[in-house]
């Protein structure tokens, strides 16, 4: 193991704590994940968010569909 590396995951640990507790910190990285390229504004947080949500929605109808084909089976 390396030297320094329980300092490094205590570090590590209290980072993600802290983000966990903080929404605009949170709205910042969606932000950097579905546009990179934009600023943090109110309007660019919105749409990060937005796209976000529009994702996680997707994919649970895609979930629901295919556990409905599934249990349907082939004709």
Known sequence: MYAGTGNHRKKLTDR???IDSNG????????RRWLPGEEDSLDSLSAALWLDNRYWENQRV??????????KGSE
């Open 24 to 31: 605009l910190e949170q709205y910042s990285i969606l932000r």
């Open 62 to 71: 895609a979930v629901a569909n295919g556990i409905a084909l599934a249990l």
């Open 16 to 18: 993600v704590r802290n």
